[in-house]
């Protein structure tokens, strides 16, 4: 078979193991995988994905009842518990428990895919310290100080307690101990020539995901530092136009942070559950550049109403280097697919258009929740994502439940789905355990899929009635004049609350299996993990 | 193969492996999907919003 290379210079197939770095003891060959694990980072990977899930809980405990409540039907929680919940759904879920999950992902990218130790424990646990030390404070300023009703994007002038700005830029400085860390065994394993060639595509995305999360840390700290300040009543009340701006820096891309990551992960469950290569090494690894250098810009969308500033900013923005993130996001909803495909075809699965689709290992939860997620993403998240961020249309859907009916799509359908998909090998490959119930996993990717989708629906088709995102009582109970929306638009609030109970119970699944796996799951010693 | 073997041997590529007739119909539908939710939109925001 003649080969072509593209971009990344060849590798023999048959070179000669590359170098090791690690100290004695402190390296294992995979059963299951062949990769080389770093001890010492497995355990960093295990701290951060079993602290993920923790918030996870919160965060989805939270989302059950915020859904309920959005339900004029249930209407569960009063006004001030449902902003409560609101401000802690938003950060548990957008925030720590994704951002933990990332900072494992970077550890596993650098030292498994590039066969290096990690460069510095002292680091990791710093890292590790900080950002747990910061979820656990900010979720205490939220539900014991009452002085943190503020939400997630806490726009001055409201004024949250302390805590809650300290929490969360102590987690920050946290999330870049560890990204620094990543970079630093980056750079150890290209001097200790660890790896052949250019770094694994997956590689290359986590590292594309780590340049845009220090970007994003800095935004938030720029925002953050006056709001602290001023909570202390050291300074005044930064400029409400201004922290917007700033704000968003961080808010929207602390979730560019997490569509990079996402598409990494695609790119090695794809791997790992069907033997894809991905389909053009150069234009994978442009599609990411693209992300770095444009993806930031799309925060300019949350304020495409704002008139603090001017049209040509908004236009730019959203209107044409927005369209160049877009682009790196169709170009991995091609090859992504187009790499399973091809990898099904040459395994026989030839009949027809949709023979490959057909055979896929849909019992596999890796698989199905990677393809799950990118369909929900795409389909959903991104074609309701580039409509809502023109800026005309955006006059029409602005702060209507068509925005939340769109990230939930993106960030909960898409990333989150992803992530459960990588536990499903994380938990067998680094903790070493069995799932249990493997009906139920099989089963939970369509669960929390399902659910997610109901959800998104239903929170998209209400904001296109009008129904407004955040808002406890659409119905406005006990107002003079006659005010509410009509039954389509209940129909699609109820379409809302079952999808959000679904998927709660898909995501408990998750849960509850997951734990069981870390710690009462059988454990897999000097063999490979049961095949899904 | 190992998963560990198909990392190595990703940065070679060969002819066949852009063969993918179905995810183009996938990419086809996808962007038909779009067209008809994006100018849905435009038609609404048209009839809240009246050029004169």
């Known amino acids: 078979m003649s080969t072509i290379t593209v971009g990344a210079a060849p590798v023999p197939v048959d070179t000669p193991a590359p170098k090791r770095n690690h100290a004695p003891g402190q390296v294992r060959i995979c059963d299951t995988t062949g990769l080389p694990v770093c001890t010492v980072a497995e355990r960093f990977i295990r701290l951060n994905a079993v602290a993920a899930v923790v918030f996870l809980l919160v965060g989805a405990i939270c989302a059950l009842l915020v859904a309920l409540t959005r339900w004029p039907a249930v209407h569960l929680l009063d006004p001030v518990w449902y902003y409560r919940l609101l401000t802690a759904h938003g950060l548990n879920m957008l925030i720590f428990w994704i951002i933990f999950m990332e900072i494992g992902i970077l550890y596993f990218a650098s030292t498994s895919l590039l066969g290096t130790r990690l460069a510095s424990k002292g680091l990791a646990i710093a890292s590790f310290a900080l950002m747990a030390v ?39 400085v946290g999330a870049l101990l560890g990204v620094i860390d990543f970079f630093a065994t980056l750079y150890i394993a ?5 790896y052949e060639g250019s770094v694994p595509l997956v590689t290359f995305g986590a590292t594309a995901a780590a340049i845009i999360a220090v970007v994003t840390i800095l935004h938030g700290a720029i925002a953050l530092i006056p709001a602290f300040t001023w909570s202390l009543g050291l300074t005044e009340v930064p400029d409400a136009g201004w922290y917007r701006i700033m704000w968003w820096g961080l808010g929207h891309q ?30 994978c690894r442009g599609a990411f550049v693209l992300y770095i250098l444009f993806i930031n810009l799309a925060s300019a969308h949350h304020i495409l109403v704002d008139p603090g500033v001017g049209a040509g900013w908004k236009i730019w923005n959203t209107s044409y280097a927005m369209y160049l993130a877009v682009l790196a996001s169709l170009i991995h909803g091609f090859t992504v697919p187009a790499s399973v495909e091809v990898a099904l075809r040459k395994k026989g699965h030839t009949k027809g258009l949709f023979g490959w689709l057909a055979k896929a290992p849909w019992r596999n939860p890796g698989f199905s929740a990677f393809f799950l997620s990118l369909l929900i993403f795409g389909f959903i998240g991104g074609i309701t994502g580039v409509t809502l961020g023109t800026q005309q249309i955006n006059i029409i859907a602005h702060n209507t439940l068509r925005i939340p009916g769109h990230f939930h799509a993106t960030v909960v359908g898409g990333t989150s789905l992803a992530f459960m998909g990588l536990a499903y090998y994380v938990v067998p490959l680094i903790f070493r355990r069995e799932y249990p119930l493997r009906w139920l996993a099989r089963l939970q990717p369509y669960l929390f899929g399902g659910g997610i989708l109901l959800l998104s629906m239903g929170m998209s088709f209400a904001g296109s009635y009008g129904v407004p995102r955040r808002h406890w009582d659409v119905e406005f109970t006990g107002a003079q004049f006659s005010a509410g929306f009509d039954a389509g638009a209940h129909l699609m609030l109820g379409v809302l609350g079952v999808g959000g109970v679904v998927a709660f119970i898909g995501l408990l699944v998750f849960i509850l299996l997951t734990v069981w796996a870390v710690f009462l799951g059988k454990r897999i010693v000097n063999r490979p993990m049961t095949p899904w | 193969m190992k998963p560990a073997e198909d990392i190595r041997r990703q940065q070679q590529e060969s002819a066949d492996d852009h063969h993918a ?21 435009w038609k609404a925001l048209a009839d809240v919003w009246h050029v004169r």
């Open chain 1, 134 to 172: 910061g979820a656990l404070v900010t979720n205490w300023a939220v539900f014991f100080t009452q002085q943190a009703d503020v939400l997630m994007t806490s726009y001055v002038p409201l004024r949250a307690h302390p805590a809650f700005y300290a929490g969360i830029l102590a987690f920050a």
């Open chain 2, 21 to 41: 007739p179905g995810t183009l119909v996938l990419a086809l539908i996808l962007l038909a999907s779009f067209a008809i939710y994006y100018f849905a939109n």
């Open chain 1, 190 to 194: 290209k001097r200790d020539k660890t």
């Open chain 1, 254 to 283: 602390s979730q560019q942070i997490n569509v990079t990551a996402m598409v990494s992960v695609w790119y090695f469950l794809g791997t790992v559950t069907v033997g894809a290569k991905p389909l053009n090494q150069a234009v």
